[in-house]
């Protein structure tokens, strides 16, 4: 089994098998109803063992290497952007949690319990913490399920847990594609009781697999959008035969191919650094909405019919360099790259 040409290796083949069964087997069950549909979804994936398999084995994961765990991800991102962020959210808040052993919690996360995980600096994020009480707003969370857990990265060693009991969820928000997310507004208000400081935490290395895990999600939407192009034009018949028969249509398909294989060879990679893991993902979700774009132009008018699925693909990447923060990401990199802090930020925009 190859993805898009490269060779995988046998772990890797059974792993893609194995997924696209199960996607294909949910497609064909998908009921209308977004939330029980992405219910459903999350449930096949904690049966699988893929909603939180890249979590180390002694805090309850599935203790997969890194490079099964990209590629999984990728491979839902191609399916199911949505969900696949949602994952990544439950690998960032389950190693987060761990860290601090609530493990309570991490197994009702390991169980499919939505959660979110946001920075305290983002302009998404308004909450204030005060000696009674944290409270405030979430302008925007993706949390692929309903009454989400909600963990607030506070800096780079301290972050904070506050219980789906003290989530008020607002209104569904308007957005271009990632439908699964079940993307939201809500308001926070927890009694300092009730929230659960959470000290001396590895977070870079955890920022940088949340990053590292978008970006594989950006991947599989790329290797999507450049398949289907592909497909598309071999099968197209114009000028008296397939598309692909002309130079500036194999062009486009190679140069869309070119851009998918690197953000796949990025997103599994292996590294670790907080500032490569964020141009990763910022690079990645660039990739994606270039991919679509472009794969959404192979199709012609047809691109923009949503049976073809290719303008769903493009929507889905825009909305996740959104959701994900990609921007942000790259700024706080750039402030550590030049010696600063996540905080310098918030300080230059105060």
């Known amino acids: 089994?190859?993805?898009?040409?490269?060779?995988?290796?046998?772990?890797?083949?059974?792993?893609?098998?194995?997924?696209?069964?199960?996607?294909?087997?949910?497609?064909?069950?998908?009921?209308?109803?977004?939330?029980?549909?992405?219910?459903?979804?999350?449930?096949?994936?904690?049966?699988?063992?893929?909603?939180?398999?890249?979590?180390?084995?002694?805090?309850?994961?599935?203790?997969?290497?890194?490079?099964?765990?990209?590629?999984?991800?990728?491979?839902?991102?191609?399916?199911?952007?949505?969900?696949?962020?949602?994952?990544?959210?439950?690998?960032?808040?389950a190693e987060v949690l761990g860290s601090a052993g609530l493990l309570d919690v991490v197994a009702e996360i390991h169980a499919g319990h939505p959660v979110v995980v946001v920075e305290l600096d983002s302009a998404a994020v308004e909450l204030e913490a005060s000696d009674d009480a944290v409270r405030g707003r979430l302008w925007r969370i993706d949390p692929a399920g309903e009454h989400p857990h909600v963990v607030v990265l506070v800096d780079d060693r301290t972050a904070w847990y506050v219980r789906a009991d003290s989530v008020q969820p607002l209104r569904t928000l308007r957005r271009t594609g990632m439908a699964g997310a079940l993307t939201l507004s809500?308001?926070?208000?927890?009694?300092?009781?009730?929230?659960?400081?959470?000290?001396?935490?590895?977070?870079?290395?955890?920022?940088?697999?949340?990053?590292?895990?978008?970006?594989?999600?950006?991947a599989g939407l790329a290797a999507e959008a450049a398949e289907r192009a592909i497909e598309y034009s071999q099968a197209r018949v114009q000028f008296g035969g397939p598309l692909t028969r002309l130079a500036t249509v194999r062009s486009a398909l190679f140069r869309q191919t070119q851009l998918a294989l690197e953000s796949f060879s990025i997103a599994v990679d292996g590294t670790t650094t907080a500032v490569a893991a964020a141009a990763a993902l910022a690079g990645n979700c660039e990739r994606a909405i270039a991919v679509g774009a472009a794969a959404l132009q192979s199709h012609g008018g047809y691109g923009y019919i949503v049976e073809y699925g290719v303008e769903g693909l493009l929507r889905d990447a825009v909305s996740l360099r959104a959701a994900t923060g990609a921007l942000a990401a790259t700024q706080a990199a750039a402030a550590l790259l030049v010696g600063g802090s996540a905080q310098l930020l918030a300080e230059e925009a105060s």
């Open 186 to 218: 809500a308001d926070v208000d927890a009694h300092r009781a009730d929230v659960a400081e959470l000290t001396d935490l590895p977070l870079d290395g955890i920022r940088a697999r949340l990053h590292l895990g978008a970006a594989a999600v950006a």
């Open 1 to 93: 089994m190859t993805w898009l040409g490269v060779p995988l290796s046998a772990d890797q083949s059974d792993l893609v098998g194995m997924l696209d069964a199960l996607a294909a087997k949910q497609d064909a069950d998908a009921p209308g109803d977004a939330y029980t549909r992405v219910a459903g979804i999350r449930a096949a994936l904690v049966e699988a063992g893929v909603w939180t398999l890249g979590v180390p084995e002694e805090i309850g994961g599935g203790g997969a290497p890194a490079d099964l765990r990209q590629l999984a991800l990728a491979c839902l991102g191609r399916r199911w952007a949505g969900a696949a962020w949602g994952s990544v959210q439950a690998h960032a808040a």
